[in-house]
């Protein structure tokens, strides 16, 4: 009889080797599910946030990060900003809210130092520095 093993559970908070902070659930919005679950429902998207991590200038700017970030995925929307339209907006923690449409929470939040990316379900995700928040669909 074969035996099934089980990956073992993605700690909450943890650091690359590089210095990029992640962390799985930030608003600890999807109890239930499990944080290795989480982190694969971004997809490709971590693997775009750690090259842009690589490249962060000294003073990153929200539109460079999310450019650097679309330079790696290879189809950006250029300076298209979903939080533009009157209907959304973004909480300070991360929370994304649309008119009509249930609040998101982050799947994860990668901290680069300077600026902080959330991905989000549907292949959203945003890039904060300081005040400036810009959100785009990356599929």
Same mark, same amino acid.
């Given at each position: 009889?074969?035996?099934?093993? !089980? ?66 995925? $290879? ?37 680069? $130092? ?22 785009? !669909?990356?599929?």
């Amino acid at each position: 009889m074969q035996t099934k093993t !089980r990956k073992p559970e993605t700690p909450k908070h943890f650091s690359t080797g590089t210095g990029l902070k992640i962390t799985i659930d930030p608003l600890d919005a999807f109890s239930g599910i499990s944080r290795n679950k989480l982190f694969e429902a971004t997809g490709l998207i971590p693997y775009f946030v750690a090259e842009a991590h690589l490249s962060i200038a000294e003073e990153p700017t929200a539109q460079g990060v999310l450019d650097d970030l679309n330079d790696s995925y $290879g189809f950006g929307l250029g300076e298209y900003n979903m939080l533009d339209d009157e209907a959304a907006s973004m909480a300070e923690n991360g929370l994304y809210s649309y008119e009509e449409d249930p609040d998101l929470s982050p799947l994860v939040e990668f901290d680069l $130092g300077g600026a902080t990316v959330w991905v989000y379900q549907y292949a959203l995700v945003a890039v904060k520095v300081g005040d400036d928040v810009i959100m785009q !669909r990356m599929d």
